[in-house]
C-alpha cells in the first residue's frame, strides 16, 4: 500500500523558513514525479510546485517563484519544499502528491496529473 508521508510544518512568523517533507513508502518505482499543493481554508486546492523524477523539469506558482524551491532526494525516495521568506498568505495545509513510472521527465502542475497524495501538513505564518 502506497503512502506519502508529509512533515515539517508548523506556526511560524513572517520571514521565517520552513522546509517541508513528503517520504514514500509502500512501493517501488522506476520514476515518480513529485509535486505540492496547498488549501486555505476556504479556498480550492492549489498548485505550488512541482518536479519530475530526473530533476530537469520544475514549476511553481508565480507567488512562490524565487522564495520556494523544490529537491527530490532519491536515496530517500523524500520530496522537500523549502519555504523562505513566508508570508503570512501562504498560511494553508500543505498536501504531496505523487505520480509513478510516467517517465523521467513527467511533471504536471494539475491535480488530476497525480494519483497518490498525502494528509497534509498545516503551515500557519503569523504577520
Known amino acids: 500500500q502506497v503512502r506519502l508521508t508529509e512533515s515539517g510544518g508548523g506556526l511560524v512568523q513572517a520571514g521565517d523558513s520552513l522546509r517541508l517533507s513528503c517520504s514514500i513508502s509502500?512501493?517501488?518505482?522506476?520514476?515518480?514525479?513529485m509535486a505540492w499543493f496547498r488549501q486555505a481554508p476556504g479556498k480550492e486546492r492549489e498548485f505550488v510546485a512541482s518536479?519530475?523524477?530526473?530533476?530537469?523539469?520544475?514549476h511553481y506558482t508565480t507567488s512562490v517563484k524565487g522564495r520556494f524551491a523544490i529537491s527530490i532526494d532519491k536515496a530517500k525516495n523524500t520530496v522537500h519544499l523549502e519555504m523562505n521568506n513566508l508570508k503570512a498568505e501562504d498560511t494553508a495545509l500543505y498536501y504531496c502528491?505523487?505520480?509513478?513510472?510516467?517517465?523521467?521527465?513527467?511533471?504536471?502542475?494539475?491535480?488530476?496529473?497525480?494519483?497518490?497524495w498525502g494528509q497534509g501538513t498545516q503551515v500557519t505564518v503569523s504577520s
Open positions: 502528491a505523487a505520480e509513478f513510472n510516467a517517465g523521467d521527465d513527467y511533471v504536471s502542475r494539475i491535480r488530476p496529473g497525480y494519483d497518490y
Open positions: 509502500g512501493r517501488s518505482f522506476s520514476s515518480v514525479a
Open positions: 518536479s519530475s523524477w530526473s530533476g530537469t523539469r520544475k
